[in-house]
């Protein structure tokens, strides 16, 4: 077997689009960009197809007109009909994404120590690739255990399903995926709140968007969809010029600031919690809450009216260093209004080493404001499809019938039991990785997709993955912030290569085509989990796995959803979807009619069946069950001192308009927009500092006081004594000055809070 450098095997494919006469294809064994310009010219007939745009990894996504000539995609539209259908830069860029020349293109094995800055890999087959996994895993398997195996998904989030189905077949209740740090506190709050079953808690966790003339007052809080969800900025912006008043709450001056904000609460980063209570607080004093709803269905709501009295305006502007006339024109603003109120979260929200209470003390304000389930207000869906997460289904995943046989194995149960004991899909909490490998809880681990540098503190799960004895990572690309501690790296489809999961939007199912045939040796998820299940030793259970395993495994979603529609159906309506209809009318407060207990009873699923303002669920654990506000573990009321020497607070986790994470760095289009590491600082904290726009400055914190060096922009958008930076620079990675603070109920990291330094490098 020929040995390569990570240079030269990252190069040469498989002829696809043999034959064309122009760039684009094989040269000099590079995989490279087609020649746009040429092939656009070029009197070769066109060919249409129609996609989706997975470039932020949000559901839903932006759909694609795609056009291609001599095999090659050359231009890309926006699809008309699909009901989202933006395109930004990121999605645009998909095309340089797809013809990157550093593509990993075949399977390859280390011949290097694990850690080495030269994993020296080696191509191999996927039979042997195949045959090695087996084999470890099945060791493993018989040795210690099916559950010492972790199967994780990063991004893309698509495969989440079939990696279920893959981990629960073989044995290993332990399955997690990079919501670990995104968005899942959020969901675990709602359930906190109104009962552990998913769907109403997935429905009623981030708070939908303001209905126009039906909304009265929208609370955007932590979210700023202009740069993290463009394809839903227009939609927040329906209910602007119809009556809704916005409140946005954020610590920076973003476009969705601009554009929406009726108040710009600009709060000190961590104070969220406090916030949300002085909300709770006015409007119990003001008399301006839904007082039905709540002696019907709220429990604990005395001795939440009890502790939040402390929250007055005044003590609360302080904690949140906000201005006491605009704290209390939002105040006024909500126990003013005509109709109901949306509370728009966001994944980022909880990123607090407080996260589920603070967030909890937000998503109340919904019921205290009889906006639970209204019309204009916070909804859960009418008669859900069935889907879970991302479109698979409970039976496919295996979630239903072998999960529960498996759960007391989950790893994470003895670290974070509340996030463990409400889980119903079988995702457990990834943040305590170093912790699980330590004690020999986990010895080996397939990712797709997997990033080491999404963790604070990215060294020990750099380290944790180096002392596994054995790690398989799918990928697109190589990246050596986490693929130098794997064993084995093998190459993942693209979204255009690859036609699972399946679509919905609503109540109306898409079926994605693949545009192209993978590049070179790579193989859609769907596909690899199913390969590597057959190999396993499961041949029913994945359909033999093969080319045909990812529609196989969508003809099996269809079945099992059990609608009415087939793979067929879906194939023959391409681009169109197909509608499911409702059998009845869309219900609201469905609270009332008996429809979200599996009883079939009135109320809620949360223990006491009623919306818990104390969750009966952290009391079980020993957690205080009101939602308590807390100072960030390092700030500079709880840790004064230490403040002296770090006078800035961190504030990372949030996007920026051109990448997703630290993805899509290797695009041309989107690099030039931001070639490298930037941190913002507002301007009198930069000429404090003696510092200019452009400078070279190092960022330390007290868990690194070597710190990492960015590139300094001026700017007004942060607040003054709050540094703002992106995180996903292999380089400047922001995560290695944040502590592992984890939030006690989620695990959550904290990377919204913490106290670091800026000067010049
Ligand atoms: S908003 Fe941009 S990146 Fe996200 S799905 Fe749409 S086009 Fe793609």
């Known amino acids: 077997m020929a040995k390569i450098s990570r240079r030269t095997f990252l190069k040469g494919m498989a002829a696809t689009g043999a034959g064309v006469a122009i760039a684009g294809k094989m040269t000099g064994g590079q995989y490279i960009y087609p020649d746009y310009e040429a092939l656009a010219a070029s009197t070769a007939p066109e060919e249409i197809k129609y996609t989706h745009c997975v470039m932020c990894n949000h559901g839903p996504k932006c759909g694609m007109k795609l056009i291609l ?8 539209e926006k699809r008309e009909g ?61 040795d210690y255990g099916a559950e010492k195996v972790l199967f994780m998904t990063g991004d893309p989030k698509e495969p989440r399903s079939a990696l279920q189905r893959l981990a629960f077949t073989f044995g290993s209740p332990n399955m997690g995926t990079e919501s670990s740090t995104c968005y899942k506190a959020t969901e675990l709050s709602a359930k906190l709140t109104y009962g552990p079953e998913w769907y109403t808690a997935s429905s009623l966790a981030m708070g939908g968007g303001p209905s126009p003339g039906k909304t009265s007052v929208a609370l955007i809080w932590a979210n700023n969809p202009a740069w993290s969800a463009p394809f839903s900025f227009n939609g927040m912006r329906n209910g602007k010029g119809s009556g809704t008043k916005y409140i946005v709450i954020d610590p920076r001056v973003t476009p969705t600031v601009e554009a929406l904000a009726d108040v710009h609460l600009q709060l000190r980063p961590g104070t969220d919690g406090a916030l949300a209570l002085c909300f709770g607080n006015y409007l119990i004093e003001h008399d301006a809450y839904d007082k039905e709803f709540v002696e019907k269905w709220a429990h604990g709501f005395e001795e939440y009216k009890e502790y939040v009295k402390e929250f007055t305006i005044e003590k609360t502007a302080e904690i949140c260093d906000l201005p006491i006339d605009r704290l209390t024109e939002a105040c006024e603003i909500l126990a003013n209004r005509t109709g109901p109120i949306v509370v728009k979260g966001s994944a980022a929200a909880p990123h607090h080493s407080n996260a589920v209470n603070d967030y909890r003390a937000r998503i109340l ?33 295996r979630s239903g019938d072998l999960l529960p046989k498996l759960d007391h194995l989950r790893v994470d149960r003895e670290y974070f039991p509340v996030w463990a004991d409400t889980d119903q899909q079988g995702s457990v909490q990834l943040n305590a990785i170093p912790e699980y490998v330590k004690t020999g809880a986990i010895k080996a681990c397939l990712m797709l997709g997997g990033n080491a540098m999404m963790w604070p503190q990215s060294q020990e799960y750099q380290k944790a993955f180096q002392d596994m004895e054995f790690v398989v990572a799918a990928d697109m690309h190589i990246r050596p912030w986490t693929h130098n501690y794997v064993d084995m790296i093998l190459p993942a489809a693209v979204s255009f290569e690859r036609i699972a999961p399946l679509t919905a939007f609503g109540r109306n199912l898409f079926l ?22 057959v190999a396993l030793g ?44 409702m059998k009845g009318e869309a219900q609201f407060k469905k609270y009332e009619l008996g429809i979200l207990r599996p009883d079939g009873k009135p109320g809620f699923t949360s223990p006491t069946g009623k919306v818990e303002f104390t969750s009966e669920i952290l009391r079980k654990y020993g957690f205080d069950p009101l939602p308590v506000y807390k100072e960030p573990l390092n700030s500079p009321v709880s840790t004064p001192d230490l403040y002296k020497e770090f006078p800035l607070i961190m504030n990372s986790g949030n996007r920026v308009p051109i990448y997703t994470h630290s993805k899509e760095r290797e695009i041309p289009w989107l690099n030039s927009i931001m070639p490298e590491a930037i941190i913002r600082l507002c301007k009198k904290d930069a000429e404090d500092r003696g510092l200019a726009e452009g400078d070279m400055v190092r960022i330390t914190s007290p868990v690194n006081k070597e710190g990492i060096v960015a590139k300094l922009e001026v700017t007004n958008i942060v607040k003054p004594g709050v540094i703002d930076m992106f995180h996903g620079w292999s380089k400047a990675n922001i995560n290695l000055l944040i502590a592992r603070d984890f939030d006690k109920i989620s695990g959550f990291p904290p990377f919204k809070e913490g106290l670091c330094q800026v000067e010049k490098a």
């Open 538 to 581: 499961y041949e029913e259970e994945f359909w033999g796995g093969g080319k045909d395993a990812e529609e196989n495994c969508l003809r099996e979603v269809l079945l099992t959803l059990d609608v009415g529609v087939t793979y067929d159906d879906l194939k023959a309506a391409v681009p169109n979807p197909i509608a499911v209809p």
């Open 69 to 76: 000539k001599e095999g090659k995609i050359f231009r890309v």
């Open 82 to 142: 699909y009901p989202n259908n933006l395109l930004c830069a990121k999605g645009i860029s998909a095309l340089q994404e797809i013809y990157d020349p550093d593509r990993l293109l075949y399977p390859h094995k280390r011949t290097t120590p694990k850690g080495s800055d030269d994993p020296k890999w080696e191509r191999i087959t996927w039979d042997e690739a195949l045959k090695t996994i087996a084999e470890k895993f099945n060791q493993i398997k018989k």
């Open 365 to 397: 304000l919904i019921p205290l404001t009889g906006s639970l389930d209204v019309p204009g207000g916070s909804t859960i869906g009418s008669e859900p499809l069935g889907l879970d997460e991302w479109a698979g289904t409970f039976e496919f995943a």
């Open 512 to 533: 994605k085509e693949a545009v192209v045939e993978p590049a070179g040796e790579a193989r859609p998820d769907y596909r690899i989990c199913c390969d590597i299940g």
